[in-house]
């Protein structure tokens, strides 16, 4: 049997398809690689005797897209796929490894090609499964990161479309978006860094995300909630934001219904943490530097050029805890708990209650804690709820939306909609 696969080079395999089909695919892989737009067609001598998955062009296009996807193409004709690298295996990280082993995905079969956190990082070198992969990561030999060297493994990893995951809230990690980007590596992330830094880093990135490689995140604010798809397809279609405001730190809001239902400052926050609701360290939240940062890549996306100088914010760290190490930032906090009771007692003897609210119009954003009514849909908020306005030139009466803006499992599901919308690209 002889198989030959035309493009702009022509590899040639002699011998029983049914034993070379690992190099067919090995050079399907290559080939998309290199040539990550074009698409490939085999030629085969004869029919007879081919692997069943080879007789329709349908699956030979599912090798393209990966090395795995031949197998499970049989179960899901219309799959597609992605070799992902996932970089992060803390609350987030974790739960989309879990979401991604689990595969009950309506179109998509993840392969991933690799796994880190700050210190270990495992390679999948054998085409193996995802629960495979998460074994081996468990075992890893601790070493700390090196992430020159984990970015050019990346690069020069041989896969069909690959996506890098960021589930870190690392700024070294977010440096490495332009040179995968450059080199046809999309990249969906979690981490809000890259995008509320510098105004011409964030419009620079977004540029990059012009196919083959694209740049993903819609998790940066209100977790898996569609604020920044919202924003973007009425940006799409002529419209002009007016405002967005409302509350953007379910971890805020679940800190303050704690306090309404008399549990102290400290043990709220220790929960919010405990639960994974809030940052990796909690004073990105009660500084509202986690609010901010949502408020600004909203802003920029709206299409403002909103820079750090255009913010105003109220920061609920106490200041002698604000440079501490988080240990001593853990042990003091049950100092100010007498200063969050009275707070909330005068807010409710009011009718009110505690939001960390934020707003944006014209390119300026304010952000701080404000005492709402306790009847008002901000006051109704519950748990990690988020909500926030829209407004726009042509929705006068704002588009609402609301719902969990934090937790794994809404995120995890948020950061995997956007692999699979890159993974559908191919
Ligand atoms: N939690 C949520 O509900 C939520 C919602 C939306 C967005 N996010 C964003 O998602 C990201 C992750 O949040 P999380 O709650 O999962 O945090 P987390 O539990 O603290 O996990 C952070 C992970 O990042 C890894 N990491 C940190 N620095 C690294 C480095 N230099 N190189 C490699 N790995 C590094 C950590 O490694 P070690 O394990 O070695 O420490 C850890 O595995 C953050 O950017 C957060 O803002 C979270």
């Known amino acids: ?55 329709t062009n349908q699956a030979v296009e599912y090798q393209t897209n990966g090395f795995k996807a031949a197998d499970l193409a049989k179960d899901k004709p219309e799959t597609k796929t992605a070799a992902i690298f996932l970089a992060g295996t803390g609350t987030v990280g974790s739960e989309i490894l879990r979401q991604l082993a689990q595969n009950t995905f309506e179109a998509f079969t993840p392969f991933v090609f690799g796994i880190c956190n700050s210190k270990k990082a495992t390679w999948n070198t054998g085409n193996l499964e995802i629960k495979q992969v998460m074994e081996l990561y ?9 992430w020159d060297e984990i970015s050019a493994n990346i690069i020069d990893y041989k896969a069909g479309p690959k996506i890098f995951i960021d589930a870190t809230g ?9 040179r995968l980007l450059e080199n046809n590596v999309s990249v969906v992330t979690a981490n809000k860094i890259a995008n509320s830094a510098d105004l011409n880093r964030f419009q620079k990135l977004n540029k990059l995300s012009n196919g083959p490689a694209y740049y993903k995140y819609e998790t940066t604010a209100g977790a898996g909630l569609p604020l920044i798809s919202t924003i973007r397809n009425l940006k799409k279609t002529g419209d002009s934001i007016n405002s967005v405001s409302g509350v953007l730190s379910g971890t805020m809001t679940y800190i303050f219904e704690a306090l309404q239902n008399g ?19 909690p004073r990105d939240d009660l500084s509202g530097e986690d609010v901010v940062r949502k408020f600004l890549i909203l802003s920029r996306v709206a ?3 909103t820079g750090r100088e255009d913010v105003t914010a109220d920061n609920q760290t106490p200041e002698s805890l604000r440079d501490v190490p988080l ?17 909330t007692a005068i807010a409710k003897r ?30 109704n908020l519950r748990g990690t709820d988020n909500q926030v306005a829209i407004s726009t030139r042509y929705y006068k009466s704002p588009i609402i939306i609301q719902g969990p803006g934090a937790g794994k499992e809404v995120t995890a599901q948020g950061v995997i909609s956007e692999v699979i919308e890159i993974a559908d690209k191919f």
């Open 263 to 281: 549990v102290s400052f400290s043990e709220a926050v220790r929960n919010a943490a405990e639960n994974g609701y809030s940052e990796p360290d």
């Open 170 to 178: 690392s700024r070294k990690v977010s440096e490495n978006y332009e």
């Open 327 to 343: 240990k001593i930032f853990w042990e003091k906090l049950p100092e100010y708990d007498s200063f969050w009771k009275e707070k």
């Open 303 to 305: 299409g403002f050029s």
């Open 138 to 146: 468990k075992d890893a030999d601790l070493n700390e990161v090196n």
């Open 350 to 379: 009011n009718g009110q209650v505690l939001r960390y609210v934020g707003e944006l119009s014209g390119g300026r954003i304010n952000v701080g804690v404000r005492a709402v009514s306790a009847e008002s849909p901000l006051g």
């Open 1 to 55: 049997m002889r198989v030959v696969i035309n493009m702009k080079r022509t590899i040639a395999l002699n011998g029983s398809v049914q034993k070379d089909l690992t190099k067919i695919i090995q050079a399907i892989s290559e080939f998309k690689y290199a040539y990550p737009s074009k698409s490939v067609s085999l030629t085969f001598s004869s029919k007879e005797d081919l692997p069943t998955l080879l007789h």
